[in-house]
């Protein structure tokens, strides 16, 4: 009778177990609506344009010295007078 001899282990491939745990939940949709009422004005604006007229006279003058005047009562002056 021989020894015992040792082989290598044979491994087999891992088997995979699943476990599920289920857990409910209720979830609360809400749907909430709003209305808006909008009240509209239409305002007209009227523009109206009133016109009055004025009128201005203008007017100028120059006066202009042409010569000195002769007054023998006075004594000569810048102006002549």
């Known amino acids: 009778m021989f020894p015992a001899t040792d082989d290598p282990p044979l491994v087999s491939p891992g088997q995979q177990y699943v476990k599920t745990n289920l857990f409910n939940k209720v979830v609360t949709h809400l749907h909430p609506s709003h209305t808006t009422t909008v009240n509209n ?39 002549g007078f």
Not at 47 to 65: A, L
């Open 41 to 79: 004005l239409h305002v007209t604006h009227q523009h109206y344009f009133p016109h009055t007229d004025s009128c201005i006279n203008e007017c100028s003058e120059i006066h202009t010295m042409c010569g000195v005047p002769v007054n023998p009562c006075c004594p000569f002056s810048p102006f």
